[in-house]
Every structure is written in C-alpha cells, then in structure tokens.
C-alpha cells in the first residue's frame, strides 16, 4: 500500500506498512487517534479492548484540574483502577522530575497514560520505555508536535537532549478540553506549524549537499498539514473548533511523519535549534520558560529572511574556503564554555563526536555547494515563503513575532545564531552558513531583521 497525501485523513494512516518512492517502508506502531467530543468514552473502549485495567497517570496541576480529575473518576466507575502522580509547579523535563515519577510507582501496571502536552509527553514517552509498557496520550493543549513522535526531549546535565523512546500506541483529544487551554499554548501549536516551512527546506538542502535521506511524500504530508492550520487560522481567537481540531491534527499528523521517517527532520529544523538555544538559556538565568511553539514560530520569519539574503548572494567560494581554514577551535571552545555554562560539556562532547566543524568535511562539502548552487538556489526560492507572510500569520492570531516580546534581547538573538547549531547534530542554514564563513556576519543581520520588521 502507497501513501495518498491528498486523499489521506489521519486515521488512515495507522496500521498499514506503506511502501513509498524513497525504498523505504513507513510503519508507526500508533494503532488509535481520536480527537472529537465526548472522547472519554473511546479512552475507556481503547482500554478494554486491550485488557488495560490498572493504568499509571501522569499529569501536572493544570492537566489535572483541566481533564485528569475527570477521566480518573470516570476510569474508576467503569472498573479500571488507576495510581496517579501529580508533578508540582512548573515543570522541568530533567533527572529529578524522572525520579519523581518513578518514585509515584506503587504496583505494575499495564499501561501508561499522560495526561497533558509537551513536557508531560516527553516525560511519558521517556518513562515508559524505561520500564518497558506502551504508553498512550491524552492531549490537554494543542500545543506542540511531539505527540506521536519516537523522541523524547529532556534537560540531563542542562543540555536539551533527545532520546529515541517509542511513539505512544495512543493518542486522544477532547475539542472541548482542548479549546479551553490557555490560549497562549493554542498559539504555541500554530507557531510550531508554522517552523515546518523552513525545516523541509533545511532537510531539502541537507540531501542536495550531503546526500541525505529525503522522502518527497512525507514533505507533501507535512506540507498538507501547514496548509490546512494556515487555512484556519483566522479560527484561533476565537477557539473555534474547527481551527484547534486542525491544528492538533496537524501536530499529530507532522509527529507522524517523523515517526515514519525515524527521526525529527520533517518537522524540526533551525529554528527549532534556535528556540532550543533560548530555552537552555532561559533555564540558566532560572527565568519562567516560554512554550516551544512559541519560540519557533518567532524564530522561523527571522530564519527564513536570512535564506532570502543568502540567495541573493554573490558568493566568492574561494573566500569561503579561505575564512573556513581560519577556524580557531580554541576561540570557539571558549566560546561554547562561556554561553552554555552548566551544559558545555556535552556540546564539547557533541562536537569531538559529530565533527560538525572538521575543516576537511567543510571544505568537502563547500566543493558541494558551488557545484549545486543554483540549485540550491532554486529551493529556496521555490519552497520558501516570503518572511512578511510568516509575520502576517503571527500576527492574526496575536502571537509573538520578535524575540524581544518573549524578553529575548539582543545578545541572545544573536548567540542563538552563532551556537544553536551546536545543539543538535543536524545539517541546515546554520551549518551552511558557518562552511561558507558567514554565520557570525549573518547573526548581525538576524538581529537587525527583527528589529526593523
């Protein structure tokens, strides 16, 4: 059986082993995705049909005020017997919230159930490879991609690292529950959408230079999905149901796809590394964090104004091998310790194993570029809208569209640019720019597109 993105809804993705064009044969182990009215009642004919009866909560206040403190009295009257373990406060993917977790442990289970979005997904998703049960999600909020992805995000050693776990078996909504999330998460779904414009033509550019595996249905999957958030997005103000089940879909749907795909590229690109610099960095300074969503969709406009600058470039690859063989290892090492702090270690270590900076592979892969270069000229102009329209989108839905508005300055706006390729071992703009011996130029220029636009 073959992917049809244009026919496809999203339940008719689950179950089947796709053959595709890229000789790879896509399977997601995710067996149910229900997101409508009333869902409680599929959560509980999803358990007994597979003989669940004594089931591990995990959820926050919020989540358990929002939709836990509902399902828990309901799983019990239907005769499933549930433990929970309510996370205090904000909560921090990191060790001890882990521990916490697995303290809450008190018999065995059969199966896991978080019950709100991001973080307490991750820590779901991390917990139950951990102790070997499938789990499954109950989404509180709209407002990230990582529902039905294998990753797990957490902070170990106050690096932002993700860990290959397992996508969940399950993943339910509620539209009333998921309507009435706090609007600044609804947003936070839409902006992490709305960063898949440049992420595709990140990982389109990473197979043009380094060959690397690139699948056209699973971009048309994604593509539909932006489509079809951007298409409702004059719905999110005023929560209306069409706009939130569109956008959970879409999340669901781009976590899919990395599944398929067996890791982030589809839906994750620069300027999620970016928004993973800010978020490191708002957890050094102890300062309250802003939603991931949030951040890549301020990040993308920027991103994408930068790809435009470069297209219109007349680059001097000689200069570029030139600047690339004056690479001070020693500079940027100190660099590395100064901005990452607590979490410098593990980028050094990132990099002695990655080689993301190896002066022999860049100039290799400059040789790549000059030959391709107006094809990869081509991408970006094809691919790529232009950033004003990204902003327009921000901007009908009151989301931030400058770092400024999230209390990013200046400095790490343009740090973020310099080092946020260090996070993550991952060809797009960033490292393009670094071979090409422009980052440090073009972080200059980041900071002065948000400030102008």
């Known amino acids: 059986m073959k992917i049809d993105v244009n026919a496809f809804e999203i339940n008719d993705y689950l179950g089947h082993d796709f053959e595709c064009d890229c000789q790879k044969h ?9 997101i409508k009215d009333n869902v409680k ?7 007994d049909k597979n003989q669940y009866k004594v089931i591990y909560l995990i959820e926050d206040e919020n989540t358990k005020k929002a939709y836990g403190k509902e399902l828990e009295t309901y799983f019990n009257e239907k005769g499933i017997q549930t433990d929970s373990v309510v996370l ?28 709100g979005s991001g973080t307490l997904n991750d820590l779901s998703k ?60 609804i947003k936070a779904g839409l902006g992490d959408i709305i960063g898949k414009y440049n992420c595709l033509v990140d990982w389109k550019i ?66 999620h590394h970016v928004s993973h610099y800010w978020e490191m960095k708002f957890l050094f300074e102890h300062r309250p964090p802003v939603f991931h969503g949030t951040k890549v969709g301020l990040a993308t406009p920027g991103v994408i104004a930068l790809w435009y600058k470069l297209v219109n470039e007349d680059i001097d690859f000689d200069q ?16 590395v310790t100064e901005k990452f702090e607590g979490a410098a270690e593990g980028v050094l ?43 327009n989108i921000l901007k009908s839905v009151e989301a931030p569209y400058r770092p400024e508005q999230v209390g990013i300055d200046d400095v790490m706006t343009k740090d973020s640019l310099i080092l946020a390729k260090e996070v993550r071992v991952r060809y ?7 071979d090409l011996g422009l980052l440090e130029e073009y972080s200059d220029v980041f900071v002065e597109y948000y400030k102008e636009n």
């Open 26 to 34: 896509h399977v997601t182990n995710l067996s149910t995705v229900q």
């Open 41 to 47: 009642e599929d959560i509980v004919r999803f358990l």
């Open 320 to 335: 570029c091998r030139q600047k690339v063989k004056q690479f001070d290892e020693k500079k940027w090492e100190t660099l």
């Open 428 to 434: 797009g703009l960033l490292q393009l720019l670094w």
């Open 126 to 185: 991390f917990i139950s490879k951990k102790v070997g049960l499938d789990y499954g999600i109950v989404a509180t909020a709209p407002s990230m991609d990582g529902f039905a992805s294998v990753g797990a995000a957490l902070i170990t050693d106050d690096l932002k690292t993700t860990y290959d776990c397992h996508v969940p078996t399950a993943i339910f909504g509620d539209l009333e529950v998921l309507r009435n999330a706090p609007i600044d998460m």
């Open 206 to 271: 990473a197979h043009i230079i380094n060959d690397e595996y690139y699948c056209k249905t699973i971009v048309d999957m994604v593509y539909k999905s932006i489509k079809e958030v951007v298409e409702n997005a004059d719905g999110v103000l005023t929560r209306d149901k069409k706009a939130i089940q569109a956008i959970t879909e879409a999340l669901v749907e781009t976590g899919m796809a990395m599944g398929f795909v067996g890791n982030s590229r589809p839906a994750s690109g620069s300027e």
């Open 88 to 115: 205090k406060g904000e909560v921090v993917p990191n060790e001890k919230t882990v521990f916490d977790i697995l303290l809450g442990m008190k018999q065995k289970y059969d199966y896991i159930l978080g019950i």
């Open 349 to 391: 270590a990132l990099e002695k194993k990655a080689g993301k900076n190896n002066i022999e592979e860049a100039l290799k892969r400059i040789d790549t570029i000059s030959e391709k270069w107006s094809e990869i000229q081509d991408v970006i102009r094809k691919d790529l809208p232009e950033p004003d329209y990204v902003v």
